[in-house]
């Protein structure tokens, strides 16, 4: 099992009378492989238990295990060194550096990493010619399009190679046509071994994925194939 996470609760303000509970005993598992969907309304919770699966907060309350680890035990500085190491994410916002070109964007995590030079170019090249962007590698952010911004965005998250990829409503900024092609960009990243945890609001986005856990009011409702879910 790689993700394992039991009776999670995340609050806000606790025992206060402005309590907010985002996630109200949350339990799930996620496996090796696997290409799921958290979907769920504004106010659910999903990007909360997004932040968590991705070691970006940790639970008020309950248990995450990520590939055996404990993380709820982890330091600030084996958190850091989990997100660089084993996951990607990917945002709406892309959150790309304006003042750096496409290469510069994508080279920046393996920077962090330590990685040596010429292992860097190698890994940003691969990356930015997997997403059809190595000819743009020298144009920078305000130069692009949303949707050539958003492949520079998942070439940023899979130079690192992670095992895990990471994607908060990926297409959210984006028209149809460029969000579908985003979509089956990350689906072929799925084939290729990765396992992807996407997060929206829209059920046709989340149909394409293996398996659906739909949030409402902080809690799971439903978890199950695409006919299960939306029966």
Do not use: W
């Amino acid at each position: 099992m790689l993700i394992h996470i039991e009776d999670v609760y995340k609050i806000y303000n606790e025992g206060k009378e402005s309590e907010v509970r985002a996630l109200n005993g949350v339990s799930l598992d996620i496996d090796q492989g696997e290409f799921v969907s958290i979907i769920g309304q504004s106010g659910s919770g999903k990007s909360t238990l997004m932040n968590i699966l991705g070691c970006l907060d940790i639970p008020t309350y309950g248990d995450y295990r990520l590939d055996g680890t404990e993380i709820t035990e982890c330091t600030d500085r084996q958190l850091a060194h989990i997100r660089n190491r084993r996951i990607g994410f990917i945002f709406q916002g892309y959150n790309l550096i304006p003042v750096l070109d496409a290469r510069e964007n994508v080279e920046l995590p393996l920077i962090y990493q330590g990685m040596g030079a010429e292992l860097r170019r190698a890994r940003t090249e691969e990356a930015l010619a997997r997403v059809g962007m190595l000819e743009r590698q020298h144009h920078r952010p305000g130069e692009m399009s949303g949707g050539q911004q958003q492949r520079v965005a998942i070439a940023r998250a899979i130079a690192t190679h992670p095992s895990i990829l990471m994607a908060d409503e990926p297409t959210g900024a984006l028209d149809s046509k460029t969000g579908l092609h985003v979509l089956e960009l990350l689906h072929s990243l799925h084939r290729d071994g990765a396992t992807v945890i996407l997060i929206t609001h829209d059920n046709s986005i989340a149909a394409t994925a293996d398996r659906i856990i739909r949030l409402a009011d902080g809690e799971v409702v439903a978890n199950g194939r695409r006919e299960e879910v939306f029966a």
